[in-house]
């Protein structure tokens, strides 16, 4: 017995003590009970921690739903994140403030504006003095001596400044160059923000037009399944043939294709807007307004509206300041044709008591250097900025002529959309619903045919996007005038 026991503690590396039978007898028990209490023990499980993307992305993996697990509520979440943000919506004054903010172009523009300064600071710069120092007369294959005398070796150091920027208003011809430069910058500057200004309207009032045509073809694609319906009923009850099923069928098909229309036309307005306004982020926008007129603005004549124009455009104020520029640079020019003039003055050390056996001496000295413009007197410099003049004047009266046809065109086609929507009656629009919707009730009950229930609609249609573009052009006409004239003259 003792044996086994030997064996059994000594394979188990047990190492008590084997004299006692009551010891050996108490090591089994206990081992028995340590691997019970070990059993039922509450472990302290941890597990590997998830990295770091993982658990910003959603829930620890213990709160996912199994994988063939599918919901409403899952689908809902697992939307990507761009078709969940909410669409930014501007009126009008929001629409402008926001292109003229964040607009590039017009940021781009903004910095000529900054490089006309600095070519300005660069015309007033008065030139850097020109210091030359040098030591001379040295001895190269022998010492020089009071016996062997040479040199004396000297030390030369000489300041120069030019004077000719002074002496002759090149620098003040400069500065009124660069002057201007930064008057016509900024005038052309204020030009491309008056195109980017009637830009953003003009695809304002798109957006405003397309919203409505589209609400337009949803309401007939609605008028015409409700028809569809009434027919439907009539063919069950034996009232027409199935061919007016047929026949409402090819109708709403020719709907879905005109709601198809309308939507990718307003998707392309909501680009152009989207673009002027600078928007490059992924977000839906929206526009808030409306194409009703509380008043209607009178038209002006096209000679008030020049008189405006040749006082507010921007960019004939541009073209002006660049004639004024192009004298300014005549004179630059003609002045820059006179001599350079450098006035000197200098200090000389002559090391003479090795060489000679004298005293070192000490000297000064003065001089002048100039320019003598015998065969380059910026002849070409000249008659380049006599051309640019020229070709400036010619410029201006190019613009002049454009802007009076433009004038003209943009005065008549609002005096045009005035007329039209004076001329419109305002209850032709109710007038066609109301025939739409009686012979709609009347063929319900028997008394008309699908033939002139379609014409009805039909005509609402017509008569409707016809409410909508007089609308339309209206706005654009007048923004369009304003826009010309360079000026708020109509509101």
Same mark, same amino acid.
């Given at each position: 017995?003792?044996?086994?026991?030997?064996?059994?503690?000594?394979?188990?590396?047990?190492?008590?003590?084997?004299?006692?039978?009551?010891?050996?007898?108490?090591?089994?028990?206990?081992?028995?009970?340590?691997?019970?209490?070990?059993?039922?023990?509450? =472990?302290?499980?941890?597990?590997?921690?998830?990295?770091? @993307?993982?658990?910003?992305?959603?829930?620890?993996?213990?709160?996912?739903?199994?994988?063939?697990?599918?919901?409403?509520?899952?689908?809902?979440?697992?939307?990507?994140?761009?078709?969940?943000?909410?669409?930014?919506?501007?009126?009008?004054?929001?629409?402008?403030?926001?292109?003229?903010?964040?607009?590039?172009?017009?940021?781009? #523009?903004?910095?000529?504006?900054?490089?006309?300064?600095?070519?300005?600071?660069? +015309?007033?710069?008065?030139?850097?003095?020109? $210091?030359?120092?040098? &030591?001379?007369?040295?001895?190269?294959?022998?010492?020089?001596?009071?016996?062997?005398?040479?040199?004396?070796?000297?030390?030369?150091?000489?300041?120069?400044?030019?004077?000719?920027?002074?002496?002759?208003?090149?620098? +003040?011809?400069?500065?009124?160059?660069? =002057? @201007?430069?930064?008057?016509?910058?900024?005038?052309?500057?204020?030009?491309?923000?008056?195109?980017?200004? #009637?830009?953003?309207?003009?695809?304002?009032?798109?957006?405003?037009?397309?919203?409505?045509?589209?609400?337009?073809?949803?309401?007939?694609?609605?008028?015409?399944?409700?028809?569809?319906? &009434?027919?439907?009923?009539?063919?069950?009850?034996?009232?027409?043939?199935?061919?007016?099923?047929?026949? $409402?069928?090819?109708?709403?098909?020719?709907?879905?294709?005109?709601?198809? #229309?309308?939507?990718?036309?307003?998707?392309?307005?909501?680009?152009?807007?989207?673009?002027?306004?600078?928007?490059?982020?992924?977000?839906?926008?929206?526009?808030?307004?409306?194409?009703?007129?509380?008043?209607?603005?009178?038209? &002006?004549?096209?000679?008030?509206?020049?008189?405006?124009?040749?006082?507010?455009?921007?960019?004939?104020?541009?073209?002006?300041?660049?004639?004024?520029? +192009?004298?300014?640079?005549?004179?630059?020019?003609?002045?820059?044709?006179?001599?350079?003039?450098?006035?000197?003055?200098?200090?000389?050390?002559?090391?003479?008591?090795?060489?000679?056996?004298?005293?070192?001496?000490?000297?000064?000295?003065?001089? &002048?250097?100039?320019?003598?413009?015998?065969?380059?007197?910026?002849?070409?410099?000249?008659?380049?900025?006599?051309?640019?003049?020229?070709?400036?004047?010619?410029?201006?009266?190019?613009?002049?002529?454009?802007?009076? #046809?433009?004038?003209?065109?943009?005065?008549?086609?609002?005096?045009?959309?005035?007329?039209?929507?004076?001329?419109?009656?305002?209850?032709?629009?109710?007038? +066609?619903?109301?025939?739409?919707?009686?012979?709609?009730?009347?063929?319900?009950?028997?008394?008309?045919?699908?033939?002139?229930?379609?014409?009805?609609?039909?005509? @609402?249609?017509?008569?409707?996007?016809?409410?909508?573009?007089?609308?339309?052009?209206?706005?654009?006409?007048?923004?369009?005038?304003?826009?010309?004239?360079?000026?708020?003259?109509?509101?």
């Amino acid at each position: 017995m003792k044996k086994i026991k030997k064996e059994w503690l000594k394979h188990h590396d047990c190492h008590f003590h084997l004299a006692s039978p009551f010891i050996n007898i108490s090591c089994r028990w206990s081992l028995c009970i340590l691997l019970l209490l070990n059993g039922c023990s509450i =472990q302290d499980y941890k597990p590997t921690p998830l990295p770091l @993307y993982m658990n910003e992305s959603g829930p620890p993996i213990a709160d996912a739903p199994p994988p063939n697990a599918f919901s409403a509520e899952t689908s809902a979440t697992s939307v990507p994140s761009e078709t969940l943000v909410e669409p930014k919506e501007f009126t009008l004054n929001q629409a402008v403030q926001t292109a003229l903010k964040s607009d590039p172009r017009i940021k781009a #523009a903004l910095e000529n504006i900054s490089q006309a300064e600095a070519d300005l600071i660069t +015309a007033g710069l008065i030139p850097n003095p020109q $210091i030359n120092t040098d &030591i001379q007369l040295m001895p190269l294959n022998r010492s020089f001596t009071a016996n062997r005398q040479g040199g004396p070796p000297q030390f030369d150091f000489n300041v120069a400044m030019p004077i000719d920027w002074f002496l002759f208003g090149k620098r +003040a011809a400069a500065i009124t160059s660069g =002057q @201007y430069g930064v008057e016509a910058t900024a005038a052309d500057f204020a030009n491309t923000v008056r195109l980017r200004i #009637a830009a953003t309207i003009a695809a304002f009032y798109d957006v405003l037009e397309m919203q409505a045509m589209l609400e337009l073809a949803y309401e007939n694609q609605r008028n015409l399944i409700k028809m569809e319906q &009434i027919i439907l009923k009539r063919v069950a009850l034996g009232g027409v043939g199935t061919i007016e099923a047929d026949r $409402i069928k090819l109708s709403i098909f020719s709907s879905h294709r005109e709601v198809h #229309a309308r939507e990718l036309d307003l998707a392309a307005a909501l680009n152009q807007l989207r673009t002027l306004l600078g928007i490059k982020d992924n977000i839906p926008i929206k526009v808030k307004g409306t194409l009703e007129i509380n008043t209607l603005a009178k038209p &002006i004549d096209a000679e008030t509206a020049f008189r405006f124009a040749e006082e507010n455009r921007p960019d004939l104020s541009a073209l002006r300041r660049q004639l004024d520029k +192009a004298d300014s640079d005549i004179k630059l020019e003609e002045r820059r044709a006179y001599p350079q003039v450098i006035p000197g003055i200098g200090y000389t050390r002559q090391f003479q008591q090795q060489a000679i056996g004298f005293p070192d001496a000490n000297s000064w000295m003065a001089g &002048i250097n100039l320019t003598v413009p015998i065969f380059d007197r910026n002849q070409g410099n000249i008659a380049k900025a006599k051309s640019i003049k020229t070709q400036t004047q010619y410029n201006l009266q190019a613009q002049l002529v454009d802007l009076r #046809a433009e004038i003209d065109q943009t005065a008549k086609t609002f005096a045009s959309s005035y007329q039209f929507l004076t001329n419109d009656d305002p209850g032709q629009l109710e007038a +066609a619903r109301n025939v739409r919707d009686k012979i709609t009730q009347a063929y319900e009950l028997g008394g008309k045919t699908l033939i002139e229930v379609l014409d009805a609609q039909r005509a @609402y249609l017509e008569t409707y996007r016809v409410h909508i573009n007089g609308r339309s052009s209206y706005w654009h006409a007048l923004n369009q005038l304003n826009a010309v004239i360079g000026k708020e003259v109509l509101r």
